[in-house]
C-alpha cells in the first residue's frame, strides 16, 4: 500500500470515531438534561414538603414550660418523667 492510501484509511477511520464520539456525546448531553431536569423536579418537590412541615409544626400547639424549665406534656408529666402506667 501506498503512502496515500494509508493515509486515506486513516483518515477513514478517524472520521468514523469522531462520528461515534459525536453520538455518544449527544446522548450523553440528553442523559445530562433528563437528569438535570429530575433533579430540579426533586428539589421542588423537597422544597414544597419541607414548606407543608412547617405549616403542620407552626399548627402544633406550644405548651408553657414550668418553673423549673421543663415543658409539660399533655398527661402532665414533664418531658423526662416517667408516668406510671395501671
Known amino acids: 500500500m501506498s503512502q496515500i ?17 459525536q453520538r455518544t456525546n449527544a446522548l450523553l448531553q440528553q442523559q445530562l438534561a433528563a437528569i438535570t431536569h429530575e433533579r430540579d423536579n426533586l428539589r421542588s418537590r423537597l422544597n414544597a414538603a ?5 405549616v403542620l409544626l407552626e399548627r402544633l400547639p406550644r405548651e408553657p414550660e414550668a418553673a423549673d424549665g421543663k415543658a409539660r406534656l399533655q398527661d402532665g408529666t414533664t418531658d423526662g418523667e ?3 402506667v395501671g
Not at 492510501?5 to 464520539?21: D, G, M, Q, S
Not at 419541607?50 to 412547617?54: A, G, H, L, P
Request: hydrophobic share 35%; glycine share 0%; no cysteine.
Open 82 to 84: 416517667l408516668r406510671s
Open 50 to 54: 419541607r414548606s407543608r412541615i412547617d
Open 5 to 21: 492510501e494509508e493515509l486515506a484509511e486513516r483518515v477513514e477511520r478517524l472520521l468514523l470515531r469522531h462520528e461515534e464520539v
